[in-house]
């Protein structure tokens, strides 16, 4: 049947063949072509399962004996009860970040754009990004039916993302990650995300100036000025914005720091939000933003 002489003839009876039983309105005919269909689907979903298997052993092997990312800043205590990994977007904000940090306890993982919304791709898909791979790899739990939360190589992983409408879309795709491929990381309390100030507000003549981190804060500072030439406002909107020591200083420093803990207190209501707000379905992203839409009263874009 290998014999292109052959295979075209065998490839013309067969065809001829199913055109006239799918064509054909007689009830065992039709029964006939459903089976077949049934058999054919059947068989492809069976290779296509087999494949995106056989592909995600291959990267969750290449995770587990991989080594760490390159733009990794590793910290040196090997006591991973007390280390911290901090996720930054961009280079130019991972630079200011791996000067700021405590080299001891902390460390620094820059990523380059956006992360894949895992949310829309199948897990091999998903396995194949580069930067998941890095993220994977640089906490050290692996992922799906290999994860385990004790090879973890950091117990608190920061977010620490702009204060913007890109800043708030990363932060939302690496929430999304942890809750599908890691979400015994939430459970334990691993998962946090920075706070990062918004504004610094400065009297004039002043060299430093306080930080503001809501805009009900600074309006309640802005009435404690008569004049309001007296002051000056800067608005932060990028982490590369500030220097090593304003970053630490207020979002990296332990003492000083705020640092939001993410929690799931229902989990079939994230769930449910996690597959509306991130899936494939529009209509239901639509209707939450219509629904919601009255209740914006700034919007960054």
């Keep these: 049947l290998g014999t292109p002489q052959i295979r075209t003839v065998v490839n013309r009876v067969v065809s001829d063949w199913l055109k006239a039983k799918f064509a054909s309105s007689k009830r065992d005919d039709k029964q006939q072509t459903s089976l077949l269909m ?12 087999a494949r995106i298997h056989k592909e995600i052993s291959r990267k969750k092997n290449a995770l ?15 006591d991973v009860e007390e280390t911290e990994l901090f996720i ?7 630079g200011s970040a791996k000067m700021a940090r405590d080299r001891s306890i902390q460390a620094v993982l820059p990523l380059r754009g956006k992360i894949l919304n895992v949310e829309r791709v199948q897990a091999h898909r998903a396995l194949s990004s580069d930067t998941i791979t890095s993220l994977i790899t640089a906490i050290g739990t692996g992922v799906g039916d290999e994860f385990n939360i004790e090879k973890a190589r ?9 204060a913007d409408v890109d800043g708030s879309h990363i932060r939302i795709l690496l929430l999304t990650f942890f809750y599908r491929y890691m979400k015994p ?8 995300v920075a706070q990062p100030p918004l504004y610094q507000i400065k009297p004039k003549g002043k060299k430093n100036g306080k930080y503001i981190y809501t805009d009900e ?8 000025f008569e004049d309001n030439t007296k002051f000056t406002i800067q608005r932060y909107k990028g982490l590369g914005e500030m220097d090593p020591e304003q970053l630490w200083a207020t979002t ?7 640092l939001l803990k993410v929690t799931i207190d229902d989990a079939l209501a994230a769930d449910r939000a996690v597959s509306d707000l ?16 009255k209740d914006v009263r700034f919007l960054d874009i």
């Design 88 to 94: 930054v977007e961009g280079d130019s904000a991972g």
């Design 185 to 192: 990381m939430i459970d334990a309390g691993y998962i946090y």
């Design 252 to 258: 990296m420093e332990p003492k000083n720091r705020i």
């Design 64 to 78: 587990e004996t991989s080594s760490l990312p390159a733009k990794l800043a590793d910290c040196r205590l090997e």
């Design 217 to 224: 804060e600074l309006a309640l500072e802005t009435k404690k």
């Design 154 to 162: 950091y117990h608190k992983i920061v977010i620490m993302t702009d």
């Design 38 to 49: 049934e058999k054919v689907v059947g068989e492809m979903k069976a290779r296509v399962s």
């Design 278 to 293: 991130m899936g494939n379905q529009v209509e239901k992203r639509k209707d939450f933003i219509q629904t919601h839409a």
